[in-house]
């Protein structure tokens, strides 16, 4: 009976190192992830849609099938707050949406956009875009097509489209010569009004200028991308 009291005892003794070690551990990983968010003090990107202009916005139709003609620039302007760390931006595109879900514009022409833009630290980056050309608008029951066009045509009178916007990315975190993790995050961009530059004749509408949309960033557990 001793033998046995003794062995209860040896095997509470070796649990209970166990479970020191482990709440040590824990403890440590507490203050090594405090102590970096002290000192790197991590921010998001601030990400906004500013200077939008539109020169083309035509809507057209052919058999039952409406086109919108486009022609329209817009500046993409990314913030890295942060004082330590340098921030890639891995396949950034961003959409343009009118009145529908669909991506109206596809293509872009003279732009700055590419696959990989690095930022470093408490910087500002400004991407160029000019998306030119057209794209079908599906628009199945006759009531949608009569107020989409209805829309369409108060919109071009008074000279300003309202225009929603997305922006997709992933994303790398450099800290000094180490790069750190792809996340994908969420970002939700507000719409703005964009001026209708292009009049009659080609002649240009001046002093006009667009809203600033700003786009929110979030990051959660599912941000994080292993496959990418």
């Known amino acids: 009976m001793a033998k046995a009291g003794r062995s209860r005892c040896g095997c509470c003794c070796v649990m209970g190192w166990i479970f020191g070690i482990i709440a040590a551990i824990v403890v440590l990983l507490g203050i090594a992830v405090g102590l970096f968010f002290a000192i790197v003090n991590p921010q998001k990107m601030k990400i906004q849609i500013n200077d939008a202009t539109i020169t083309?916005?035509?809507?057209?139709?052919?058999?039952?099938?409406?086109?919108?003609?486009?022609?329209?620039?817009?500046?993409?302007?990314?913030?890295?707050?942060?004082?330590?760390?340098?921030?890639?931006?891995?396949?950034?595109?961003?959409?343009?949406?009118y009145q529908t879900d669909?991506?109206?514009?596809?293509?872009?022409?003279?732009?700055?956009?590419?696959?990989?833009?690095?930022?470093?630290?408490?910087?500002?980056?400004?991407?160029?875009?000019?998306?030119?050309?057209?794209?079908?608008?599906?628009?199945?029951?006759?009531?949608?097509?009569?107020?989409?066009?209805?829309?369409?045509?108060?919109?071009?009178?008074?000279g300003f489209f309202s225009i929603d916007w997305k922006v997709e990315f992933r994303t790398r975190v450099k800290l000094g010569a180490i790069r750190i993790g792809i996340f994908r995050p969420k970002v939700r961009c507000g719409s703005s009004l964009v001026p209708f530059v292009g009049g009659n004749n080609g002649q240009k509408r001046v002093n006009v200028t667009s809203d600033v949309a700003k786009c929110r960033v979030k990051f959660k557990a599912s941000s994080y991308d292993p496959l990418a």
């Open 102 to 158: 669909e991506n109206i514009m596809r293509n872009y022409v003279d732009s700055k956009f590419m696959n990989v833009v690095y930022q470093g630290k408490k910087n500002t980056t400004v991407i160029r875009y000019r998306f030119k050309g057209k794209r079908e608008v599906y628009l199945l029951e006759a009531g949608e097509r009569a107020r989409f066009i209805d829309q369409f045509e108060k919109e071009k009178r008074a």
């Open 56 to 97: 083309k916005f035509n809507l057209t139709e052919a058999n039952q099938t409406h086109w919108l003609h486009y022609d329209m620039e817009f500046n993409v302007t990314l913030r890295n707050p942060n004082r330590i760390m340098g921030l890639y931006y891995d396949h950034f595109t961003p959409g343009v949406y």
